[in-house]
């Protein structure tokens, strides 16, 4: 059904037709220059430098936020894509206007928003051009992402498919299979994540509480016959399990995950997709191995915090109801299950306090068992114990990243594939550096052979 093709290392491709797909879509829009959507346009060819400069300015515009002049909105839910929160707000403050999701830099570095009106960053626009400026001074222009066509047609009657699975960054289709999260029904939830308080919102912002298996079918398969995507991240809050009058066990969470994956196979006449799943990390550890042969592609347990007592104290219902050596002891198995390349766990940087050597301890952990570390640049968000607080300068963030995406590498633990893992696709990698970090180390390689070889 889908074609063939092998990659640079002569590995089968089993999504070479949804990437060409992809490509051809982006040549389209990013190449027409359209008069009415002056600030979409193509990438310019990524160089080290540049990309050192850009990984810079990503870190500090997700640590200090920024804000909007009105002419950098001009466009944004018409022609250019606006803010959907699918899971969390990570805005500074509240605002009644629509915001775009991320902004693009010239080399492709994709930047998730988070407005502070008080920030010292602001998006504007000058002479026909978006650009940002910091303390008043110009610092690089920046671009907007397209609207996809699919966003304003109908999932079903009244019910447009922004709502049912937008998109994050420039190429992941991106659904939230719970909004709800069991930790929070009693005041257990992770205390740097405003997962519940997001429901009550700005709802027009939101994805829909519950979505038909008709309506994750129509909005998956206009998505990518758009051509406007190419891989999906499935995410959502925990599920507790129950047990059944018949002493069966009932895994919620599982089972509403594995119906939006059928869905999206039927939309997709695949029964292999480029799913990667975010959840809880299994109670049933024989689960891992079940739900890869009904379609999970890749998996991610979002360990979020790697020392044990900071663990228990800022994930009290991860540490309550699963525990983290079972957290771990997921993690293994996964990687085991799904072997090199498929399995991944975030960890919120910035926010704990936690020693140096308390977390490359776990960067080395993770890495040596070939599951790869997504350092989040943390946001001290409304509907957190750390509103109003600061985060670390954003230079802080990339010196962490440089050290992260070092020790990664020296574990054979290089960028792996979108459809994998989606944060460590650079285009669409929007709250974190490591992405950006892994790419510039890779044009910096190419850079020095090119050099070599003409020496």
């Known amino acids: 059904m889908n074609m063939i093709a092998r990659s640079a290392e002569g590995k089968v491709d089993p999504f070479a037709d949804i990437n060409n797909n992809y490509n051809t879509w982006y040549d389209r829009i990013h190449g027409a220059q359209l008069q009415n959507a002056p600030f979409i346009k193509p990438g310019l060819a990524p160089t080290a430098k540049g990309l050192e400069q850009e990984v810079w300015v990503k870190g500090s515009l997700l640590a200090d936020g920024v804000q909007f002049d009105p002419s950098a909105l001009e466009g944004v839910n018409e022609i250019y894509r606006e803010q959907s929160r699918w899971l969390f707000d990570w805005n500074h403050g509240e605002h ?5 999701e991320e902004l693009v830099l010239p080399m492709d570095t994709t930047i ?9 960053w ?3 626009v000058e002479d026909g051009q978006l650009m940002l400026k910091r303390d008043g001074k110009f610092v690089m222009e920046a671009r907007h992402i397209p609207r996809p066509n699919y966003y304003s047609m109908e999932a079903s ?17 991106v659904m939230n299979y719970s909004p709800f999260c069991m930790y929070w029904a009693n005041d257990n939830g992770c205390d740097f994540c405003n997962i519940v308080p997001n429901m009550g919102w700005t709802k027009d912002d939101l994805q829909l509480n519950k979505r038909s298996y008709d309506q994750i079918v ?10 406007c995507v190419r891989h999906i991240l499935l995410t959502g809050g925990f599920l507790k399990r129950t047990v059944k009058r018949d002493g069966s066990v009932n895994d919620r969470e599982g089972d509403m995950i594995l119906n939006v994956v059928r869905a999206m196979q039927e939309a997709l006449e695949r029964d292999e997709i480029p799913v990667n799943v975010i959840r809880t990390a299994p109670e049933d550890l024989d689960t891992i191995a079940v739900h890869k042969e009904q379609g999970f592609y890749s998996v991610a347990y979002n360990l979020e915090v790697w020392n044990e007592q900071l663990f228990e104290k800022h994930c009290p219902g991860k540490a309550e109801h699963q525990g983290r050596d079972h957290w771990l002891k997921a993690l293994e198995v996964a990687a085991e299950v799904y072997g090199p390349g498929k399995v991944s766990t975030h960890l919120v940087t910035g926010c704990f306090r936690e020693s140096d050597e308390s977390f490359f301890e776990g960067i080395e952990w993770l890495c040596e068992r070939g599951i790869a570390p997504i350092p989040l640049v943390w946001s001290p968000v409304e509907g957190t114990a750390y509103a109003g607080e600061r985060p670390p300068r954003g230079e802080w963030f ?6 992260i995406a070092r020790i990664r590498l020296k574990h054979g633990v290089d960028s792996f594939e979108p459809a994998a893992l989606p944060n460590d696709c650079e285009l669409c990698a929007m709250p974190t550096l490591v992405a950006d970090e892994m ?17």
Not at 218 to 227: H, I, K, L
């Open 122 to 124: 602001l998006c504007t």
């Open 439 to 455: 790419r510039r180390l890779r044009v910096e390689r190419a850079e020095a052979t090119a050099k070599a070889s003409v020496a």
């Open 112 to 120: 998730q928003v988070r407005e502070d009106k008080q920030s010292r």
């Open 398 to 403: 990339v010196e962490k990243v440089r050290e």
């Open 157 to 173: 009657p009244g019910i447009i498919m922004r709502r049912v699975a937008p998109k994050r960054g420039q190429d992941c289709m």
């Open 218 to 227: 129509a909005t998956t398969r206009a998505a990518f016959e758009e051509g």
């Open 96 to 100: 009644e206007y629509y915001l775009p």
